[in-house]
């Protein structure tokens, strides 16, 4: 299958690339960063371009991966985030739906209000309350509205692709490398990890049934920014070394407003037995150990 990646550059469609690769499909890699010399340049907020480059390629697939995925940059800046998030995903959209392509579009479980004490499951109404989740929510009704043969997939708070990683666990990685004493972390927010690489194996079994529509895809389990930090100083054996501190979000004021909870479920795959995303602990412990530490980012 030839597949044409928007945002290829970026930290899931990193993990994305390399597996689509090693089970032999074609990759057209597109991007407005050209950190990579098989990145061709696309600005997805052009439209005429994107045509262009369909028209180019001509793909079997469609993966929209390109987004502003900072959130307090989205709340900034507002116009940009709408540029790019919803009119860049209408411009895909609309690209793929001239030439009668399936396309799969990456969204967030940021789309709910936050304010529930389980899980969101993809049968609970969104209601997002910050720029970035209401961009990203608007792309995914342009491409419900267009389009007949689509996939979209909520991911969580995402994790992966090693230098490419500059949110949470980046961070914190970082702050043990520079033989940090005392993190602290927020303990009144939650989420669920979502790992690139357990991502990117489960997206071709979930294409593969044509069974179009909306699906949660996040790692098992739920945890805040304090239970992720613990977890690591646990697997890196640095409890001896390392207090990990519990702080309220407001130790850490941030520009967007964030709920309670962006925790979902993936209830629609596990009804019908398609989820292959692990608990989260396990994919940390071999993010940190295989990729981390044997590339040397991080060394003890």
Request: glycine share 6%; net charge neutral.
């Amino acid at each position: 299958m030839k597949i044409l990646i928007t945002g290829a550059a970026g930290m899931l469609a990193y993990d994305v690339c390399m597996f689509l690769i090693s089970r032999n499909h074609t990759v057209i890699k597109t991007d407005i960063n050209q950190r990579e010399h098989d990145v061709e340049y696309l600005d997805v907020c052009k439209f005429d371009t994107v045509f262009e480059c369909i028209n180019k390629h001509t793909p079997d697939f469609i993966f929209h991966f390109a987004a502003e995925t900072n959130v307090d940059l989205c709340e900034q800046r507002p116009e940009h985030a709408y540029r790019t998030n919803t009119i860049g995903t209408e411009n895909v959209v609309l690209a793929a739906s001239r030439h009668n392509l399936p396309l799969l579009y990456i969204s967030t479980g940021g789309v709910f209000r936050g304010d529930s004490p389980d899980p969101y499951t993809e049968f609970d109404n969104p209601d997002p309350i910050n720029v970035y989740a209401k961009s990203k929510y608007e792309g995914e009704k342009i491409v419900k509205d267009t389009l007949s043969q689509y996939f979209i997939l909520r991911a969580g708070w995402m994790i992966g692709g090693l230098e490419l990683d500059k949110k949470f666990v980046f961070k914190i990685l970082g702050q043990l490398k520079d033989k940090k004493k005392e993190i602290f972390a927020v303990n009144d927010k939650f989420g669920s990890p979502t790992f690139t690489f357990d991502f990117a194996k489960n997206i071709l079994p979930v294409i593969s049934t044509e069974r179009y529509g909306l699906y949660h895809m996040a790692n098992v389990g739920v945890a805040s920014r304090y239970d992720i930090a613990r977890e690591m100083v646990h697997i890196l054996m640095l409890e001896k070394d390392v207090k990990i501190t519990p702080v309220h979000s407001s130790y850490f004021p941030l520009p967007a407003p964030r709920g309670r909870s962006e925790a979902i479920v993936n209830y629609k795959l596990n009804i019908l037995g398609l989820n292959l995303m692990p608990r989260w602990e396990s994919s940390l412990k071999k993010y940190l150990k295989e990729s981390l530490i044997n590339n040397g980012i991080y060394e003890r």
